[in-house]
C-alpha cells in the first residue's frame, strides 16, 4: 500500500510512504498477528525518479534505481569488510529493494527501503 502523493522529495526522486503487510508462511499456526491488517504493516519509503513531474518508467529511470539498489548492496558489502576491522564504531546499511508496479501505467519502478523516523543530516 503506497500514498498517492509524495511526502518529499529531493532534486531528482520523489519519496512516498509506504506499508508492507507481511504475510503468514503455510507453516504458521498462529494467525492472530497477521489478521491486525494495515495498522501493524511495517513502513517503508518508495523512491522513484522523476521527470519532468512525472514519474520516469523510461528505461533510464528503471537502470537508475537499479543501479541505485546495485550500489547499497555494494555499499554494505564493504561496511561488513569495514566492521570486520574492529572499528570504534561500526557502519549499518538498510537493506534495499527495487519493487516494480506492474498494474500502473508505465510499470514504475521505486526503490524500497524502510522507514526510519527522525531527523536528517541538516536538522530537518
Known amino acids: 500500500k503506497i500514498e498517492k502523493k509524495p511526502f518529499t522529495n529531493g532534486a531528482m526522486r520523489h519519496c512516498f510512504r509506504m506499508k508492507k503487510l507481511a504475510t503468514p508462511p503455510q507453516s504458521a499456526s498462529n494467525h492472530r498477528f497477521h489478521s491486525y491488517g494495515w495498522s501493524r504493516g511495517l513502513n517503508y519509503v518508495a523512491k522513484c525518479y522523476m521527470r519532468r513531474g512525472q514519474i520516469d518508467t523510461s528505461r533510464e529511470g528503471i ?62
Open 63 to 124: 537502470d537508475a534505481v537499479l543501479t541505485d539498489i546495485t550500489l547499497q548492496y555494494e555499499a554494505m558489502h564493504w561496511a561488513e569488510k569495514f566492521n570486520k576491522t574492529d572499528a570504534p564504531k561500526k557502519i549499518d546499511f538498510i537493506r534495499a529493494y527495487a519493487l516494480e508496479f506492474v498494474d500502473r501505467p508505465g510499470k514504475p519502478m521505486f526503490a524500497v527501503e524502510r522507514f526510519i523516523a527522525g531527523n536528517d543530516s541538516y536538522g530537518n
